[in-house]
């Protein structure tokens, strides 16, 4: 076996970190001589990064063939025809077209695919044609292309990602081999991947967005560097992604008078903060209300000032599947005004009122006139309400459905499961032969994670100011061996015996034989994460022993060298995220939700101490 030598592989680690680089993992990741950026959005994963990328990819390989997944692979190139079939050619912004629409040249035919439901509803249309094929359940670890407007955040977010998508087809949604036996299997398999990577994890209901269908859930990470919010309840009984969460109704508070309706001339305020500034009213006290365009026909969304609708929330209070907010034209035609100064009074379209602005009295709002408002609006008495319903954001303050208060956290998603029903069948006629004889649409599921956002989201819950602490399933090495005083041949023979003892053992061992000071060394094994670092000095092994050290806590133990190998098995043991494969553990879609602190995670030495953010 060749020695896995510092000098001999290429790691390199620097100082120098670009101005663009604000959150942790994206510093360190630099640092480490993990990634290098090629363009915007998109990174080469130098030796050592690209090891623990390739640990996380094996894991959630194993996962899924354990839960009875097919492993296939698809292409990155997909037909503009059948992103056409399913509409989504209009619907998803970040898809990534190689010509331009209308050109004779193939390139305007070929799509760079974000997600894979299209090709693989194409691929069940052609072979899944009985019920006696049914269930499957196909996924793959490829390269996924968005147009994302931000890239940011080194890894987090890139418009060149690994990602791993399954999807499953099914004859029937209950019972054995139906929709929700798998989708129950894939988020039990996610459980065990994030667990097995280390990760803090949660899972939260969530909204199906562009992908659309019935039930999703997200997994998250809790950090500062997330982008997505999530809403719990301080009981712990409730959690949801922000764009999801629903509110315990608010309760009346009777400080109205009843005052009579006016009109008042607000020349040039129109927005919630001109004209509460103008009128010296609160934004609580006015009636905000916004147009929309639902399926082609106008809806009118009315929140309180201070409040801001969710459209998903509002979507599905108005049972349409898409909502956008209309422009001006069409608020001028459903107003009768210019912009700013729409109002629930007199107006003539479908309106859904929320059900904060339904207990208000006395609100302001626009009177459908330019330069005008009304104050003395009294819901129920000025205008009709013919549907109430929760179609806003929860801010601090609100409590869940169930009355327990709601905080907000930053985090990231990692993974999403979604109940597709027959979404992308029906689009694409993708249809099987039942047992009755009849043919009828599959039904799907489909299951997203992403792999390199597992590694970003890693290094954000697992760092010091030394740098990475990797969890040791998923670190590039699990240890490694810092020789010091090279000129020693006893110590260059230690070192060098023990390196290849652990490997033989089963163990990914890295020798540093750099001619340095041992503090420049212990940074770089610090920065880089490795979990377990063995010195072999001098002084040490005139003593008899060699210094085992566990980067998590930085604590030392002194062993003969052989007793190392055995001691530093054991601590991997200790340091690997118990993951019992046990079903019921962890989380389950039924619940609402089980934390990080559920069985699953909690028995993990690594979840034991406070990951610094
Ligand atoms: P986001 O809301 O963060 O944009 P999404 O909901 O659009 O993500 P999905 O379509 O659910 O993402 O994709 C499945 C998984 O792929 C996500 O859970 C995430 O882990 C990963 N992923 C999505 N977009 C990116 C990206 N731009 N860069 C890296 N990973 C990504
Ligand atoms: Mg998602």
């Known amino acids: 076996m060749p020695l896995m030598k510092w000098t001999k592989f290429f790691i390199p680690t620097t100082k120098e970190v670009p101005a663009d680089a604000s959150v942790p993992s994206h510093q360190l990741m630099i640092r480490a001589g993990m990634i290098r950026q090629v363009v915007a959005g998109a990174y080469s994963y130098l030796p050592v990064g690209y090891r623990t990328l390739r640990k996380v990819e094996n894991i959630v390989r194993e996962e899924m063939n354990r839960a009875g997944a097919i492993e296939l692979h698809m292409p990155a ?142 997994f998250m990470v809790p950090t500062e560097a997330g982008e997505d919010i999530l809403v719990e309840a301080e009981d712990g009984s409730y959690a949801a992604n922000l764009e999801r969460a629903e509110v315990a109704p608010l309760e009346d508070s009777q400080d109205g008078t009843n005052a009579p309706l006016q009109e008042v001339h607000t020349p040039g305020h129109s927005t919630i903060e001109e004209v509460s500034g103008f009128l010296g009213c609160e934004a609580a006290k006015m009636i905000k209300t916004i147009i929309y365009e639902a399926e082609g026909q106008p809806l009118v969304a009315l929140v309180r000032g201070d409040h801001e609708v969710n459209e998903a929330k509002l979507a599905r209070a108005a049972r349409v599947s898409w909502v956008v907010a209309a422009d001006a034209a069409l608020i001028q035609k459903v107003t009768g005004a210019e912009v700013g100064f729409a109002g629930p009074v007199g107006l003539n379209a479908r309106f859904i009122t929320d059900q904060a602005v339904s207990i208000m009295h006395d609100g302001v709002t626009g009177a459908n006139k330019t330069d005008y408002h009304i104050t003395g609006v009294n819901p129920g008495r000025d205008f009709e309400m013919k549907e109430i319903a929760d179609i806003r954001m929860a801010v601090e303050g609100d409590r869940a459905p169930n009355g327990s208060a709601l905080v907000f956290r930053k985090c990231i998603e990692v993974g999403h499961v979604f109940k597709l029903g027959t979404k992308y069948s029906d689009a694409m006629k993708a249809h099987y032969i039942d047992t009755d004889g009849k043919s009828k649409p599959l039904i799907m599921g489909c299951y997203g994670i992403g792999v390199n956002r597992i590694m970003a989201a890693a290094i954000e ?110 601590l991997i043991d200790d340091l690997t995220p118990n993951c019992p494969l046990k079903k019921g553990t962890g989380t389950s879609p039924d619940g609402v939700f089980t934390g990080a602190s559920g069985s699953t995670l909690g028995a993990s030495p690594l979840f034991q101490r406070t990951p610094k953010a």
């Open 77 to 218: 190139m997909h037909p503009v025809e059948w992103w056409e079939e399913t509409g989504r050619l209009k619907t998803v912004d970040v898809l990534l077209r190689l010509g331009p629409p209308g050109d004779e040249d193939w390139r305007s035919r070929v799509v760079l695919g974000p997600t894979h439901e299209e090709v693989i509803t194409e691929i069940a249309r052609a072979y899944l044609t009985s019920y006696k094929q049914l269930p499957v359940n196909l996924y793959q670890i490829q390269t996924k292309f968005r147009g994302e407007a931000r890239p940011k955040s080194g890894v987090l977010r890139t418009r060149e990602f690994l990602m791993k998508d399954a999807y499953s087809f099914h004859s029937r949604k209950e019972g054995p081999g139906g929709l929700d036996e798998t989708y129950q299997t894939m988020y039990d398999a996610y459980c065990r991947i994030f667990a097995r990577c280390g990760l803090p994890y949660l899972v939260v209901e969530a909204e199906s967005g562009p992908i659309g269908g019935d039930a999703s859930h997200e």
């Open 461 to 570: 819950s697992m760092h010091d100011d030394k740098g990475i602490c990797w969890p040791v399933s998923i670190a590039p090495f699990q240890v490694v061996i810092c020789a010091l005083d090279l000129r020693e041949q006893e110590v260059v023979k230690v070192a060098e015996k023990l390196h290849d003892e652990l490997e033989a053992a089963g163990v990914d061992v890295l020798l540093d034989d750099r001619d340095a000071r041992p503090g420049f060394k212990f940074n770089d094994a610090e920065l880089i994460g490795v979990p377990i670092r063995i010195t072999v000095g001098k002084r040490g092994l005139a003593d008899g022993i060699v210094e085992i050290t566990t980067r998590h806590d930085h604590q030392t133990q002194k062993v003969p060298p052989d007793q190392a190998v055995a001691t530093v098995r054991r």
